[in-house]
């Protein structure tokens, strides 16, 4: 397996499950798909259950309790189990086009990441929308959009068929490339080399201080928005606060200051309490839950995990 599609989700099965049919749609087939669920109920297990009984492709759900908006520590619990040498990220908000992992595939380089984007979508749209809409494509059709209200302006570019005019849009717009989790990739090994997610970071911004790491270690940024396309489906925050912002703000100053490379709080960090940390995978069969098969981890992390050898991440820095 080389390509692992790694999706965060948190207690909105209606719109997990229009996601879910996105990626059910992908020309391009070869990866696995892990839920990263920050402490969804039985409403969100039974839609997953349900669809991976039904997938052709791997669909493996990482959970653990609802303690509070720990996002980064369920990505990271993500990035550990993941089998793929290259990691694309994205929300369970956000339905991907056809082409969506097939463009992260075929744009992937050596020693950078890519950085896409999103059509914001309204409530009443984001409604509307059928599993029938998302396995025709017109979920993703500017005139179809129109058609049921969404003002889309200049984002109508945004949509623009796969082609020369999407590579040449995305040479010539001046919106700056930055690692956003709703739409990004890159190899499994620099995710490694900078520890993943600062594990003690809550809404806003934590994505940003992981691409921060990633570009002092010298990952170059490469754009994609108009190329991998996904359409962002509405919705409140209640977890974003002021506080949060604030406290984040202060640590991606110090790392911007001090060119920091490794999160403090991470993927070492957790490995390291793995089978402690109340992360559960769930899958056909495990009704239960077990602890998550884990991948490999780099030499000196581990020699034993579950009786397997665990050296290298693989994947190209």
Not at 226 to 234: E, G, K, N, P
Not at 259 to 272: C, K, Q, S, T, V
């Amino acid at each position: 397996m080389d390509v692992s599609v790694i999706v965060s989700t948190y207690n909105q099965p209606a719109w997990l499950e229009k996601v879910l049919s996105g990626y059910a749609r992908q020309d391009f087939r070869d990866f696995e798909l892990i839920l990263a669920d920050d402490g969804s109920g039985r409403e969100t297990h039974e839609l997953i259950a349900d669809f991976a009984r039904r997938s052709d492709f791997p669909l493996r759900h990482l959970w653990h309790e609802d303690e509070g908006y720990r996002r980064s520590v369920i990505l990271n619990a993500a990035i550990l189990a993941s089998r793929g040498d290259y990691l694309v990220f994205s929300d369970g908000d956000c339905i991907p086009r056809g082409d969506f992992v097939r463009r992260h595939v075929e744009l992937r380089e050596p020693g950078h990441f890519l950085s896409g984007g999103s059509v914001y979508l309204s409530m009443e749209v984001s409604r509307t929308i059928t599993a029938e809409d998302i396995a025709r494509g017109s979920f993703a059709d500017p005139t179809w959009l129109r058609a049921r209200g969404q003002r889309l302006g200049r984002h109508t570019l945004r949509l623009v068929k796969p082609g020369l005019g999407a590579t040449l849009l995305d040479h010539l717009t001046t919106t700056s490339p930055t690692w956003n989790l709703n739409n990004a990739s890159t190899w499994r090994k620099p995710l490694f080399d900078v520890n993943g997610m600062e594990m003690e970071m809550q809404y806003g911004g934590a994505d940003r201080a992981l691409g921060a790491r990633l570009e002092n270690l010298g990952v170059k940024r490469k754009r994609v928005r108009f190329r991998a396309v996904l359409l962002h489906l509405d919705h409140s925050r209640p977890y974003k606060t002021r506080e949060s912002i604030q406290r984040n703000k202060g640590i991606r100053r110090r790392i911007d200051a001090n060119r920091e490379i490794r999160a403090r709080n991470g993927l070492r960090e957790l490995f390291r309490q793995r089978n402690q940390s109340g992360v559960r995978e769930y899958g056909p069969g495990f009704q239960d839950g077990h602890l998550p098969d884990w991948g490999p981890v780099p030499d000196g992390w581990s020699t034993n995990v579950g009786g397997s050898d665990m050296k290298g991440v693989g994947g190209v820095g």
